[in-house]
């Protein structure tokens, strides 16, 4: 099946820091979503982005498709960016799953 | 609008005990999914459904069972808990798989012992 690869697996950020985090996958994707899972848990859709870029806020995400792969990027992050962020991929054929990456786990330091 | 919710929150099961997770969303979403998570991974999908009456395997269906009766409702069923369904349980909903967001609810946390 397809192989979902997230980068770093950790990173640690001063308040007001910058920061790129990459998910990699194995094969072509109908759909690919970037989320935020907070400290407590809960887990919130970022971005759908299957190709392109988008932007929201202080937040923006770019999908390269033919390449396998995707970009978040966090500017002048904040304490509460901290998280772990997951992307998600949606395999082609119309499968209807969605499988994750093991995720980036980001704390920004006050 | 509640969203996407899941009773209960925690439970402690032993082993060979049953249980049903239960996830209501009133969004009017025509799918509905079932995740879990273990310790410093990312979610593994159990089942999924496309419509009402409708459910399908994920990636880890074994020991799970699934029931959409109603559109708004995607139950989750344990026959016989072991100890390596231990996890957090998110239950997900999407209007379509060609729609924008999967939109999840707070998690059920399950230990069994």
């Known amino acids: 099946g397809i192989q979902v690869e997230q980068s770093p697996p950790d990173l640690i950020l001063q308040e007001g820091a910058n920061s790129t985090l990459r998910c990699n996958f194995s094969d072509s994707v109908n759909n690919l979503q970037w989320f935020h899972q907070n400290p407590w848990g809960q887990l919130i859709n970022l971005f759908y982005i299957p190709s392109g870029t988008k932007q929201n806020g202080r937040l923006s995400a770019t999908t390269v498709a033919t390449e396998r792969y995707s970009l978040l990027y966090i500017s002048s992050s904040q304490t509460t960016d901290s998280g772990v962020y997951f992307c998600a991929v949606e395999p082609p054929s119309g499968t209807y799953k969605y499988i994750f990456g093991t995720g980036t786990r980001l704390k920004v330091l006050a | 609008n509640a969203g996407v919710t899941q009773t209960p929150k925690f439970r402690v099961l032993k082993t060979g005990q049953s249980m049903t997770l239960l996830c209501a969303q009133d969004?009017?979403?025509?799918?509905m999914y079932w995740y879990r998570q273990d310790p410093g991974m990312g979610l593994r999908l159990i089942h999924y459904s496309v419509g009402e009456g409708t459910t399908a395997k994920g990636e880890v269906p074994d020991g799970y069972n699934v029931s959409r009766l109603k559109k708004q409702n995607f139950l989750l069923g344990l026959e016989s808990a072991a100890p390596s369904q231990t996890s957090v349980y998110f239950c997900?909903?999407?209007?379509?798989?060609?729609?924008?967001?999967?939109?999840f609810g707070p998690g059920t946390r399950l230990l069994v012992l």
């Open positions: 969004m009017n979403h025509e799918y």
């Open positions: 997900a909903s999407s209007y379509s798989s060609y729609q924008e967001t999967q939109y």
